[in-house]
């Protein structure tokens, strides 16, 4: 069988490999459609199983996208999706603790937070639907050219009166 890269052929791949063979012109024996849609939903969706760098909360998991330059400042993304339909709060420059650290120890706070076509300076508040992936990018300012690897980025990240920080270590800026 051949499989393009796709979200489809990313599962059908997946469910082989794992022992379940699903096809249109097959019953399936000894399995309920509800058991394979189960197994289906239950795992990562395919933008966040591509990623290496994911972080697992109680009631989100994010991955990071990476970060890029804009001019002297530098935007990060990371896809963040609810384990259950919570609103959440992604913070920016609220509390000062989204902030992204240089290789030589220097600290660039947030500057600016957008998810969607919402963007705001202090944070952002939304339901994150279930299961769902959402891009949330952050910017930060004033970076010198000469930066071109950060050791870390925080993101102040919250849901249902807890907050967690999600971070990412070892980033580096495309050349």
């Not at 990060?76 to 992604?90: E, F, L, M, S, T």
């Amino acid at each position: 069988m051949v499989y393009r890269t796709s979200a489809f052929g990313l599962l059908a791949l997946t469910l082989l490999v794992s022992g379940v063979s699903v096809s249109a012109s097959q019953r399936m024996t000894g399995v309920r459609e509800s058991q394979v849609n189960d197994g289906i939903n239950s795992r990562r969706d395919t933008q966040l199983l591509a990623q290496a760098n994911v972080n697992e909360y109680k009631w989100y998991e994010a991955a990071f996208q990476g970060c890029k330059r804009n001019g002297p400042s530098v935007q990060c993304a990371v896809v963040v999706r609810g384990k259950a339909g919570h609103y959440a709060i992604a913070r920016c420059q609220e509390g000062n603790l989204t902030r992204l650290f240089d290789t030589s120890g220097n600290v660039y706070p947030c500057a600016k937070i957008k998810i969607g076509n919402q963007e705001a300076q202090s944070h952002l508040k939304l339901k994150f639907p279930q299961g769902t992936p959402v891009k949330v990018t952050l910017t930060f300012n004033n970076v010198s050219s000469q930066v071109n690897e950060f050791y870390k980025i925080e993101i102040s990240f919250g849901y249902i009166g807890d907050t967690d920080l999600l971070e990412f270590e070892d980033i580096k800026l495309p050349r």
